[in-house]
């Protein structure tokens, strides 16, 4: 992954309720940070199997100062049994303790509205967002756990490398003003 590279800024979530979590939360007050959401449904096996344990252990793994994680739960089937009091119970079962935002629901159509937002073709959705809130991944489906620990590596190192380009690219600028031989420079 590329920082020289255009990406699309991610869209902000539509939630109509938050679990694990004292307020409601967007993305744009974690800009500086990577942000990781696992989208999914509580009937979903792909999710409760991989998605949610792989959610667990990237919040385990990374620091919450450098990686947030986030939950959203996004219900295109099954409504009237996945309500807010379902995924509280099932949050505590499998002791899920990262913050969970509840899709807000349609008003044309079963497709949530953050789900609309993001095109998603199912659950579970792993998207990775990075410091600057540009979009980087969307991966429907099961992806390996190096493979997405290598890339927030990656999106986590990218500001640094950023900020020793641009010092690289100054003091290369304050050179032309001094005097360098092979031995040292003088002003």
Same mark, same amino acid.
């Given at each position: 992954?590329?920082q ?7 869209a ?8 694990n979590?004292?307020?409601p939360?967007?993305?744009?007050q974690?800009?500086?940070t990577?942000?990781?959401i ?7 096996p792909?999710?409760?199997?991989h ?11 990374f620091s919450? !100062?450098?990686v947030k994680? /986030? ?5 295109f $089937?099954h409504h009237?049994?996945m309500?807010?009091?379902a &995924?509280?119970?099932f949050?505590a079962?499998?002791r899920i303790?990262f913050?969970i935002?509840?899709d807000?629901?349609?008003?044309s159509?079963?497709?949530p ?7 998603l073709?199912?659950?579970?959705t792993?998207?990775?967002?990075d410091?600057?809130g540009r979009?980087?991944l ?5 992806i390996?756990d190096?493979q997405?620990? !290598?890339?927030?590596?990656? /999106?986590?190192?990218?500001?640094q490398? $950023? ?5 690289a690219?100054?003091t &290369?600028d304050?050179?032309k003003?001094?005097q ?6 003088q002003l």
């Open positions: 992954m590329s020289f590279t255009e990406y699309p800024k991610a902000e979530i539509e939630a109509s309720a938050w679990i979590t004292a307020k939360l967007s993305l744009a974690m800009r500086g990577v942000v990781v696992h989208v999914f449904q509580m009937l979903c792909g999710c409760v199997l998605g949610i344990p792989q959610t667990q252990l990237i919040r385990q793994t919450e !100062k450098q994680v /986030l939950g959203l739960h996004s219900v $089937e009237s049994v309500n807010i009091d &995924l509280r119970a949050s079962e499998y303790t913050p935002a509840i807000a629901p349609s008003t159509g079963h497709i509205k953050t789900m609309q937002r993001y095109g073709q199912g659950t579970p792993l998207i990775l967002i410091k600057l979009l980087r969307q991966h429907y489906g099961k390996a190096m997405v620990a !290598k890339l927030i590596s990656e /999106l986590v190192g990218e500001q490398d $950023e900020l020793q380009l641009e010092t690219t100054t &290369l304050s050179e003003d001094t360098c031989t092979d031995t040292g420079c």
